[in-house]
């Protein structure tokens, strides 16, 4: 069975950045299970899996633009440290949930001085060509129940 829209797809994965810097990796443990069409892998992954099956295995490259678009500075701010009174821990590195003008945001702190706490909301891997090593390990149709709730059930999925 070719991937496509609908199907669920069980595949395991090696992403590196153009360096060949391994990001992150499923050989080791489980495999990635989702439906396809459903937006849960960036977009070039997703569109370089079509047609596929269970056995292919392959490399692609997918450009920053097809993945976790380009970094924009816009996104890099910084803020009067009072904004962050009573957070403790507080330190480069920490992750932070922001209410901004467009809703929640995932935020990191990249910067600090006794004034000021700079942060990022770009995507971690924004700006970055990404290349994945794919197998193949399953395709099936999804079940209605799975197309209903948007998530693979059982093995590799939410688990009910």
Do not use: W
């Not at 950045?17 to 439906?35: M, N, Q, R, T």
């Not at 450009?63 to 480069?92: K, N, T």
């Not at 945001?105 to 794919?134: R, Y």
């Amino acid at each position: 069975m070719k991937i496509s829209l609908d199907k669920v797809v069980v595949l395991h994965y090696a992403v590196s950045d153009s360096k060949g810097v391994l990001i992150d990796s499923s050989f080791e443990s489980d495999p990635l299970a989702f439906i396809h069409g459903e937006g849960y892998v960036i977009p070039g992954l997703e569109t370089a899996l079509i047609d596929h099956e269970a056995g292919d295995a392959f490399e692609v490259v997918v450009p920053s633009d097809d993945a976790y678009g380009p970094r924009l500075d816009h996104h890099v701010q910084a803020m009067p440290i009072a904004m962050f009174e009573g957070l403790e821990g507080l330190q480069v590195g920490t992750h932070l949930q922001a209410d901004t003008d467009h809703g929640e945001q995932s935020v990191i702190v990249v910067a600090m001085t006794d004034d000021e706490v700079t942060v990022d909301a770009n995507h971690p891997l924004a700006g970055l060509d990404l290349t994945f090593k794919v197998e193949i390990v399953d395709v099936r149709d999804a079940s209605k129940e799975e197309l209903d709730h948007g998530h693979v059930h059982g093995d590799g999925g939410c688990g009910h």
